[in-house]
């Protein structure tokens, strides 16, 4: 899933303050299941917004609705902007981008988005993927070591390992977890060199089309 | 004799390091070379250490070596893609600069720029290998050059590093890659290192043991808990504890670490950490008073 949290409301009040009616859309799919922008989430920050508004004596309304999925057309025909002059969407980028590309006013972000990634727990979530383009998951016992290596390098663990932990302290070095799970399963991969990663299957892959195929689209 | 020489005779060796200012101004960084002139192979030379930006590296190199200085030029894939980091060694070649060292550097967000993009295109080891590409007379990709370069490649190993077995994988890489030589992280116990020499003997590539200069018990405490692979052991934080000198306790520590090297492998790598002054009379205790040519 798509990994997303709420931008700080400081961050959030100046982008619509100049807007008169502002329509607040949640994402029913990974937004609601990072607990960003569900329609709790929806109804919480519009709540938030014309409070901060109405204190501040603008004039600015607020009000919700949730789609399904903002990164699809046939959910987007569900919305109805009519009689609002912004969109605050609490989806992906990719969902703002979405709803930007398919209707006329301003849309803004009211969530950053973080990663691929999967749930470790209530209200707590895991960077997987990094959407690279060339998946290498299978040299490397499954832990990704362009998101979860600090530098994504491809023959760690750096010198910036400490007791298993990272140079910048904030997470298990991926490499010395690359390295446990490798010998744990018997792979010897540990001592093979890791080949530069090939950054134009990204670069080159700005859309996919599998009608097309690889070569197409490449 | 060149480091290169020195170690594949059979010397033992010692490299020290200095550090690019923020600026133009190389005076201090000279004064510092100056102090260890005539006895040390050759000179470690900085890249943005720590992502703290800097004077580059291969100016501060041009500058030592125009004063008679080996400077060893550390790469690392901290700031530069490969494109970036292969037109560099080239040009470091082109100006007689050939002893390398590859790194892969430290992360960006430790820096003085943390906002920084962090490159890391390519890290220690592909670096060496495209190296050995580039001695090869070819790029990474396959495509010839014009004139050959003739690099001498280094790396780095902590050989403290906990766990140490992927540390050792690595190092294992980084031979295959082709690092000819290494210079350690800071070792301390010897009997620790001896165990791990054992092993890396078989490789064939030259070890230079990192030698820090210790000060004083809290400059011991503080890397023991703030640098990675380092551990001072109680003991020698004891006797700098009780030590009325504690300076002096530190060069005759290190002195005697140096001379039990001799034995153990190929040289020393001393960082001096703004004691550059104190480095000639470490060496002259360690018993190398030899001048180096
Ligand atoms: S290697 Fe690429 S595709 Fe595979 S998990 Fe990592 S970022 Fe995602
Ligand atoms: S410590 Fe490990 S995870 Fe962190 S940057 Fe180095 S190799 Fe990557």
Redesign the interface.
């Known amino acids: 899933m798509i990994v997303v949290r709420l931008k700080p409301l400081a961050e959030i009040c100046p982008m619509v303050a100049h807007h008169h009616r502002v329509l607040v859309v949640g994402c029913n799919t990974c937004a609601a299941v990072s607990l960003a922008g569900g329609e709790k989430e929806v109804e919480t920050l519009v709540a938030a917004l014309s409070l901060a508004s109405s204190a501040k004596h603008e004039t600015a309304q607020f009000e919700g609705d949730v789609v399904q999925r903002q990164c699809e057309p046939e959910f987007l025909e569900d919305l109805d902007a009519s009689g609002y002059d912004a969109i605050l969407s609490m989806g992906c980028g990719a969902g703002v981008a979405f709803i930007a590309e398919n209707c006329q006013l301003p849309v803004y972000p009211a969530l950053d988005t973080m990663f691929i990634g999967v749930s470790k727990g209530f209200g707590s979530w895991q960077a997987e993927c990094s959407a690279c383009g060339s998946c290498v998951l299978g040299e490397t016992a499954g832990i990704c070591p362009i998101t979860r290596c600090?530098?994504?390098?491809?023959?760690?663990?750096?010198?910036?390992?400490?007791?298993?932990v990272c140079?910048?302290g904030d997470r298990d070095c991926a490499?010395?977890l690359i390295?446990?799970r490798l010998?744990a399963q018997g792979r010897d991969k540990?001592?093979?060199?890791?080949?530069?990663?090939d950054?134009a299957a990204k670069t080159l892959c700005p859309e996919w089309d599998m009608n097309k195929g690889h070569g197409e689209s490449r | 004799m060149s480091l290169r020489e020195a170690l594949e005779a059979g010397r033992f060796a010692v490299t020290s390091e200095v550090g690019p200012p923020k600026g133009i101004d190389v005076s201090a960084m000279m004064a510092s070379a100056e102090l260890l002139r005539g006895r040390v192979d050759a000179l470690n030379v900085t890249d943005n250490q720590a992502a703290v930006m800097r004077l580059s590296t291969i100016a501060a190199c041009v500058h030592l070596k125009q004063a008679g200085f080996e400077p060893v030029l550390q790469v690392t894939g901290r700031d530069r893609n490969r494109l970036a980091i292969q037109s560099d060694l080239l040009g470091a070649a082109s100006l007689g600069i050939t002893t390398v060292l590859a790194l892969t550097g430290d992360h960006v967000v430790v820096g003085d720029h943390r906002e920084a993009k962090a490159v890391f295109d390519l890290e220690s080891v592909q670096i060496l290998k495209v190296i050995a590409d580039l001695n090869a007379g070819h790029d990474m990709t396959g495509h010839d050059l014009i004139g050959t370069p003739e690099f001498y490649p280094g790396a780095v190993v902590t050989p403290g590093s906990v766990p140490l077995e992927p540390q050792i994988a690595k190092f294992e890489k980084k031979i295959a890659a082709g690092a000819r030589y290494f210079q350690t992280q800071a070792v301390f116990d010897i009997e620790a290192f001896a165990h791990f020499m054992s092993g890396a003997r078989e490789s064939g590539a030259k070890v230079l043991a990192g030698v820090v200069v210790l000060r004083s018990a809290r400059m011991a405490h503080f890397m023991n808990k703030n640098i990675p692979g380092i551990a001072v052991p109680d003991g020698i934080i004891a006797t700098l504890e009780r030590s009325e000198n504690p300076q002096q306790t530190g060069i005759e520590i290190a002195a005697r670490f140096i001379d039990e090297c001799k034995e153990v492998c190929d040289g020393v790598h001393i960082m001096a950490v703004g004691a550059e002054h104190l480095v000639p009379q470490i060496l002259d205790a360690a018993g190398l008073t030899e001048v180096i040519a």
């Open positions: 600090a530098k994504g390098i491809m023959n760690g663990p750096c010198g910036g390992v400490q007791d298993g140079e910048l490499w010395v390295h446990d010998a540990a001592c093979s060199i890791g080949d530069p990663k950054n």
